[in-house]
């Protein structure tokens, strides 16, 4: 089974799984709750990020507001 720091690395690597080491992934994320809290922030700031790239170079200050506040609520939730 892959360990914490495995799982960090490869969420955050960007690579594509071969599908034995997506299954491994996926099984640490479904038993550990930590690391399914951090690929889940991982995922929103990832959405986020794409969004505020991919608007006009002037950005919304209201998009901007509404990013900020999604990212804050998902990081102070609790799993």
Do not use: N, W
């Amino acid at each position: 089974m892959l360990t914490c720091k495995e799982v960090v690395r490869l969420l955050g690597s960007g690579e594509k799984f071969t599908l034995g080491r997506r299954a491994g992934l996926l099984m640490h994320l479904f038993m550990c709750k930590h690391c399914a809290r951090y690929s889940r922030q991982l995922k929103i700031l990832k959405q986020g990020l794409v969004v505020l790239f991919k608007s006009k170079t002037e950005v919304d200050p209201k998009v901007v507001k509404e990013l900020e506040e999604k990212v804050i609520h998902t990081l102070c939730k609790k799993s």
